[in-house]
């Protein structure tokens, strides 16, 4: 217990559910109503998607760790289109995310973490070495106050459609007994209203750009890049002990599911900025934003 309690003292920033708990366990599903595409052919698309995500702590002193924290994550898109052989279809995508580095503690108001972050992102065809990227992670925190922590930092990634920089707030702002805002922004951010010690709700964000080497005779070397912001609704209920159920209702905004070749590229992107965009039109058709619905399963472990 003493080496969780340490490992609480130094990551409770990371906490989704303000700051007396921490997420270690995630399982979650994720259904798309269907959709058109845009433009409308014969059939529309439907989204599914699941994510499993734990984290686990390597202990070697109050103020040191070394944080390891790995995530999979499944999207995929079915319709019944008869689309060309050279165009990905149905979509199946997968990804093994790793955040693994450093985590110090300079003082009871300052601390840093600098982490490696390799992502093994395929299509599961014929998975090769060239479905790897690597990156990284860097982040300043500063404790104003016992009720806002902030980290200040960006996140880096060699992604297959080019260099990705992202600037990077973490927020933990506990504003009184009932609201909290926590989150990485822009990555995700969730506003909760806890109305008792067994029920919270709240808005959640979430956005993220990631892309995917495909590995199918038919267009070996091709990438898939996936873009999508969620803006949904959220109820967090406890059910027995630490383990909470979460359903999630809302908006896939700007989504995108788009195939491009090998040599497609941006030479540099920050955030949502692309500098030196000369890819055009991508390969495969792409559909229209709409309703999402996420059901999770998690397991919360309270600081106290």
């Not at 103020?63 to 019944?80: H, L, S």
């Not at 110090?104 to 840093?112: E, G, H, S, V, W």
């Not at 990634?157 to 973490?170: A, K, R």
């Not at 010690?197 to 267009?219: A, M």
Request: net charge positive; proline share 5%.
């Amino acid at each position: 217990m003493k080496i969780v309690f340490y490992f609480l003292l130094l990551l409770c920033p990371f906490s989704h559910f303000a700051q007396q708990s921490i997420d270690l366990f995630t399982l979650s599903g994720r259904y798309a109503l269907p959709q058109d595409y845009n433009p409308k052919l014969a059939n529309k698309a439907t989204e599914t998607g699941m994510l499993l995500n734990a984290k686990l702590p390597v202990v070697f002193s109050k103020k040191t760790i070394w944080y390891n924290n790995f995530t999979y994550t499944y999207a995929g898109v079915q319709n019944q289109l008869d689309l060309a052989p050279t165009l990905m279809n149905p979509i199946k995508l997968n990804a093994f995310i790793l955040q693994t580095g450093l985590v110090q503690r300079i003082d009871d108001k300052n601390a840093f973490q600098l982490l490696f972050v390799p992502r093994f992102m395929t299509d599961f065809v014929a998975p090769t070495a060239k479905s790897w990227q690597f990156g990284a992670i860097g982040l300043f925190e500063h404790k104003y106050s016992e009720k806002l922590t902030l980290r200040y930092g960006a996140i880096y990634n060699q992604e297959l459609g080019g260099p990705l920089l992202v600037p990077l707030v973490d927020i933990n702002w506990q504003i009184n007994a009932k609201w909290s805002i926590v989150g990485l922004f822009p990555i995700y951010l969730k506003a909760n209203y806890h109305i008792n010690e067994k029920l919270t709700v709240g808005f959640s964000h979430f956005g993220l750009i990631t892309s995917y080497y495909l590995t199918d005779p038919n267009y070996l070397g091709d990438y898939m890049e996936r873009t999508s912001i969620d803006l949904t609704l959220f109820c967090r209920r406890k059910l027995v002990g630490n383990l909470f159920i979460e359903g999630r209702v809302g908006m896939a905004l700007s989504r995108a599911y788009e195939q491009y070749h090998a040599d497609q590229k941006v030479d540099f992107r920050i955030s949502i900025i692309k500098i030196g965009d000369n890819r055009g039109a991508p390969l495969n058709p792409v559909f229209n934003d709409g309703l999402i619905a996420n059901l999770r399963l998690v397991y919360n472990l309270p600081l106290e």
